[in-house]
């Protein structure tokens, strides 16, 4: 089996600290092989990013996936994974931590920032995890938001 790619992305409301997870795994072809979206509560956006993150390498693990690139809209947390942990936002540190033993556990993991308009999916997954109470996680199809992106956005899978 060859690359998935899996976008992750979190979303924070600073009123109430009330946040969510969006995770979209697809094949080389763009096609769809599993998401989840999930309520947390958050003290920023770097540190629901930081959260979405694991959850989305716990996500392609349980899938049995080994050979993975890892995309965000987050920079600055893809600079804290990729570099030394003394120049991260010390913040996100222990998660940086985690996502390291939790990419460990893969062949090859690959960290790519993408534009936001890339990762809508995963936007959108974030955004039902807003409305749900429980972990909602999808592995045949996507509800109906997030497949309208998956099929508009013409983005395909890693090599």
Not at 69 to 79: A, F, G, I, N, P
Not at 81 to 105: H, Y
Not at 126 to 142: D, F, K, M, Y
Request: aromatic share 8%.
């Amino acid at each position: 089996m060859g690359f998935v790619k899996v976008n992750i992305d979190g979303s924070w409301q600073s009123n109430g600290r009330k946040a969510s997870v969006g995770v979209v795994v697809r094949n080389s072809a763009g096609e769809f092989l599993g998401g989840l979206a999930a309520s947390r509560v958050g003290h920023s956006a770097l540190e629901v990013e930081a959260e979405a993150a694991v959850m989305g390498l716990e996500f392609a693990a349980n899938l049995g996936y080994s050979d993975v690139y890892m995309e965000t809209d987050s920079k600055t947390l893809v600079d804290g994974i990729k570099g030394d942990i003394r120049n991260c936002a010390w913040t996100i540190r222990p998660s940086i931590e985690v996502i390291w033993r939790r990419a460990d556990q893969f062949r090859r993991v690959f960290w790519r920032w993408v534009q936001r308009s890339s990762n809508r999916a995963a936007h959108e997954a974030a955004t039902i995890g807003c409305r749900v109470v429980e972990l909602e996680s999808w592995v045949t199809q996507p509800p109906l938001p997030p497949i309208h992106v998956l099929v508009s956005d013409g983005l395909p899978g890693p090599p």
